[in-house]
């Protein structure tokens, strides 16, 4: 920290109020040192360093997010004073990359806001940030729809039995997610007090609901054995119904997935969910509403979301029992088809 004379600072004040009597701004002048020094790689490093690091919950997204940075930002504007940069110098960052890795290149212009943004409110430059509106000088990136890489329906029946001889907690959720074609997150969090074994069904409260609203499961025959396998294992009706190796812990979503890659299928776990709506899509004619409520999708015409009083549970039991039935190979050939 440098320290002014009397002297120095008597001058500096004479100049500053020099400026304003000429209409100029006598804040901006004096910042102006402070602007010039800051070069966009120190403003980004600091922005990582003081705000992304100690806010951020997952590793390799820290990593990664000073690493695009490095290699497809820095080396162009690295180097320029932060309050310089320009419109065309995120135009130069962008460009190259905005058609070819659309993914990549929207995180880094996300990446780049945020250090301009910042920068202007830790004083280091004026005006509006240069991202804002950059895509009007970009090319049109090409519409892509990402899906959950799904396995076709026909392919369950034989995908099965080989889950199941995999053996372990993680084979246990990834079959009972299958035959109930629910999400990994609720699976992986549930716990026994949402299950009635006598009425077979799962009761997942609101808040664990994506849409955020209660949803039942009716529970097959072949989801109840998975349950009745690990009943012993629970200590009360708060333990998980999937423990992990630290019984309060639940499995991690990377351990159903890596059943799969273990068996040498390129699909998700998500992806399951679409399995079971194409088989139930193709292969009965329960209507619309139903296959929907059983993936507890939200209704999205608010006037029949007013409306629509029933979860269509009745419905639903006939097409979970028809659904694990063609999954376990015991109907593949023969699919009982609703009403």
Do not use: C
Request: no cysteine; proline share 4%; aromatic share 6%.
């Amino acid at each position: 920290m440098s320290l002014l004379s009397l002297g120095e600072a008597r001058e500096q004040a004479r100049a500053l109020r020099k400026v304003a009597r000429a209409g100029g701004d006598p804040i901006a002048e004096r910042d102006k040192d402070k602007r010039t020094s800051l070069t966009f790689a120190d403003a980004a490093r600091k922005v990582h360093a003081e705000q992304i690091v100690p806010n951020a919950t997952n590793g390799k997204h820290v990593a990664q997010w000073i690493t695009t940075l490095e290699t497809y930002a820095l080396p162009i504007i690295g180097s320029r004073p932060v309050h310089a940069v320009e419109q065309a110098d995120v135009l130069r960052v962008l460009s190259p990359i905005w058609t070819e890795k659309p993914e990549t290149a929207r995180r880094i212009r996300q990446r780049l806001r945020t250090v301009l943004d910042w920068a202007r409110t830790a004083g280091h430059r004026d005006g509006i940030n240069p991202v804002e509106g950059v895509e009007k000088g970009l090319a049109r990136q090409k519409d892509r729809t990402a899906h959950h890489a799904a396995l076709s329906w026909r392919d369950l029946p034989a995908l099965m039995p080989r889950i199941e001889e995999s053996q372990g907690m993680g084979s246990l959720a990834l079959q009972f997610t299958i035959l109930t074609a629910a999400r990994s997150g609720e699976v992986r969090l549930a716990i026994w007090a949402e299950i009635d074994l006598e009425a077979r069904v799962w009761t997942i409260a609101p808040e664990r609901m994506k849409a955020g609203r209660e949803h039942r499961v009716p529970l097959s025959k072949s989801a109840l054995a998975i349950l009745e396998k690990l009943r012993p294992l629970a200590v009360n009706d708060q333990s998980l119904l999937f423990p992990s190796k630290r019984a309060a812990k639940p499995l991690s979503d990377m351990t159903l997935a890596a059943v799969l890659k273990r068996l040498g299928e390129s699909v998700t776990v998500h992806g399951m969910r679409s399995t079971f709506r194409d088989w139930a899509e193709e292969n009965t004619s329960y209507p619309h509403e139903v296959k929907e409520a059983a993936l507890a999708h939200a209704v999205k015409n608010k006037v029949e979301a007013a409306y629509r009083r029933t979860d269509l549970f009745d419905k639903r039991i006939a097409m979970m029992d028809a659904w694990a039935s063609y999954a376990t190979g015991a109907g593949a050939k023969v699919v009982r088809l609703g009403a």
